[in-house]
C-alpha cells in the first residue's frame, strides 16, 4: 500500500484566496483525521471522519475551515477565504477499529503532510 | 483541557538510554497509552502503546506503573537518527471523540553526537 497520499505537498497562497487540500486514505481503513501542525500550537485535530460521516468538528478553528469526504477514499479540507495565520502544515491521518482489518492497535498512519503559506 | 503532561524537551548524548516520562493524572480505566514519534518533516509515527507494567518491542519500552497515572518511553542506546518529538496520548483503544487523540506540542529530543 503506498500508504496515505496527500496533495499538493507545497501551497502558496495570497490572503483572501480559496485553499483545497487533498488525502487519500489508506485503502480499508474506517477512519480520517485532519490535523494541523504549528510551532506554537503543537499538532491539533481539526476534524475526523468515520465511514466517510464527519463525527467531531469542534477542532476547526472558524467557518472558514471545512471538510469533506464523499467516498472512502478521498478527502478534501477547504480553507475559504484564506489568512496568514493559517499558515501551517496539514495532515491527514488514517486508522482501522482495532480487531479489523487486522489491526492491533488503533494506530494512526500519517500522510507526508501539506505546507501551507498564506502571504 | 489538556490530558497529558510532558518535558518540552530533552537532550542526550549517543549511546546512552533516553527516558521520557509522561503524566496523566486523570487516566481513565479504557483508556490506553500510546506514543508516537515525529522526524522533521514527516508526519507522526507509532511508536508503541501499552495498557500497564512493561510493553517492549524493537524500537521501544514502555514501563507503566500500578497506578497508571504515569508512563515512561525508554529508547535504549540513541543514536543521531532518534532525534525527533514524542508524543504521550492517552485514551480510549477505539476512538470515542477528540478527547483521545490530543498531540499538544510533545517532547523534542535532541541526540548529541
Known amino acids: 500500500d503506498a500508504g496515505v497520499i496527500q496533495s499538493p505537498r507545497h501551497e502558496v497562497t495570497e490572503m483572501g484566496q480559496e485553499v483545497t487540500l487533498r488525502c487519500k486514505p489508506i485503502?480499508?481503513?474506517?477512519?480520517l483525521f485532519w490535523y494541523r501542525q504549528t510551532m506554537m500550537r503543537g499538532l491539533e485535530l481539526l476534524i475526523y471522519?468515520?465511514?466517510?460521516?464527519?463525527?467531531?468538528d469542534s477542532g476547526m478553528p472558524e467557518d472558514r475551515f471545512s471538510a469533506k469526504m464523499p467516498n472512502a477514499s478521498f478527502s478534501t479540507l477547504k480553507i475559504q477565504p484564506s489568512e496568514p495565520r493559517d499558515s501551517a502544515v496539514y495532515f491527514c491521518?488514517?486508522?482501522?477499529?482495532?480487531?479489523?482489518?487486522?489491526?492491533?492497535?488503533?494506530?494512526?498512519?500519517f500522510g507526508p503532510g501539506t505546507r501551507l503559506t498564506v502571504l | 483541557l489538556a490530558k497529558t503532561t510532558q518535558p518540552i524537551s530533552m537532550d542526550s548524548y549517543e549511546g546512552q538510554e533516553v527516558n521520557i516520562t509522561c503524566s496523566h493524572n486523570n487516566i481513565a480505566t479504557n483508556d490506553y497509552i500510546t506514543w508516537y514519534q515525529q522526524f522533521p518533516s514527516q508526519g507522526p509515527r507509532f511508536i508503541i502503546q501499552?495498557?500497564?507494567t512493561k510493553v517492549t518491542n524493537e524500537v521501544a519500552s514502555l514501563f507503566i506503573p500500578a497506578d497508571r497515572k504515569s508512563s515512561t518511553l525508554s529508547l535504549p542506546r540513541v543514536s543521531l537518527s532518534d532525534t525527533a518529538v514524542y508524543y504521550c496520548?492517552?485514551?480510549?483503544?477505539?476512538?470515542?471523540?477528540?478527547?483521545?487523540?490530543?498531540f499538544g506540542t510533545g517532547t523534542r529530543l535532541t541526540v548529541i553526537p
Open positions: 501499552g495498557y500497564k
Open positions: 471522519f468515520n465511514n466517510n460521516v464527519p463525527i467531531d
Open positions: 496520548l492517552v485514551g480510549d483503544r477505539v476512538q470515542t471523540g477528540a478527547n483521545n487523540l490530543f
Open positions: 485503502s480499508g481503513h474506517d477512519y
Open positions: 491521518a488514517s486508522s482501522s477499529v482495532p480487531g479489523l482489518a487486522g489491526a492491533s492497535y488503533n494506530e494512526q498512519f
